[in-house]
């Protein structure tokens, strides 16, 4: 099972996924184009990641985009497209979070970006799931993100697609699958999966990694998610302590 994300930008970390890099084919090109504007709280990481913003300093994203040789970076940069902002952040991955070291996917693949400056625009953020139910297999949902397009480049735009929960825990605990006809591959990791509950975003899933064909060097499905409602009381909590400090 292999990472969809950290498709690297920066030449130092190129190592990580560089073959994605080469060959990469993106399945969210079968997605739509989506307004940003209507999205405010998506954030693209210069690691080639996405992320959610879920507060006005608390970016939500995958643990294994802000690992590098087994080691946490000290700083990354957000930028927030729908403003053209760019904040640096503090990375906080989940404390049991071990970077496997060969792009293949880990539990508790989660982590929090504490920004340096708050978000000062007034965005609607994602809500956290707090019903399982809403994980169910058969469950229609949203993914959206930057990644790679057709010529094996990141996308400028935003892009979106539905995807159907297939089941849970399955390679391990508190992820689930999905699989549909498009979905994320390089530089989706850390992207928000959610659904529509009235003007609500509630955020169900973080892209975490997917199947990746060595021969035809496509990503192929089921694609697997951190789910967000196993991990509502870690997020809470470090939020809490970063307001504390």
């Known amino acids: 099972m292999k990472l969809l994300g950290a498709l690297i930008v920066i030449e130092v970390l190129s190592k990580i996924d560089s073959r994605r890099l080469e060959n990469g084919n993106s399945r969210i090109i079968n997605g739509k184009r989506l307004d940003i504007h209507d999205y405010p709280f998506m954030v693209k990481l210069a690691v080639g990641c996405g992320g959610a913003l879920i507060a006005p300093q608390v970016v939500l994203t995958a643990a294994h985009c802000v690992f590098s040789d087994n080691s946490v970076w000290p700083n990354m940069l957000v930028e927030i497209k729908a403003f053209g902002e760019k904040i640096a952040a503090k990375p906080i991955p989940h404390e049991k979070y071990r970077d496997s070291g060969d792009m293949t996917i880990s539990p508790y693949d989660i982590a929090l970006l504490h920004l340096a400056t708050p978000v000062k625009h ?36 935003l892009m979106g697609t539905n995807i159907t ?43 975490s990694g997917g199947p990746f064909d060595e021969e035809t060097h496509l990503c192929e499905e089921p694609d697997v998610y951190t789910s967000v409602y196993d991990f509502r009381g870690w997020i809470e909590d470090t ?3 970063l307001n504390q400090n």
Request: net charge positive; aromatic share 8%.
């Open 239 to 241: 939020m809490m302590s």
């Open 165 to 207: 929960i297939l089941d849970h825990n399955n390679p391990y605990e508190h992820v689930f699958r999905t699989s549909g006809d498009s979905g994320p591959c390089s530089g989706d990791s850390g992207g928000p999966a959610f659904i529509r509950r009235g003007q609500d975003h509630i955020l169900v899933g973080i892209v």
């Open 122 to 157: 007034a965005i609607a953020f994602p809500k956290l799931n707090y019903r399982k139910s809403f994980e169910k297999p058969g469950t229609v949902i949203q993914a959206i993100g930057y990644g790679l397009t057709e010529n094996k480049k990141l996308s400028d735009h």
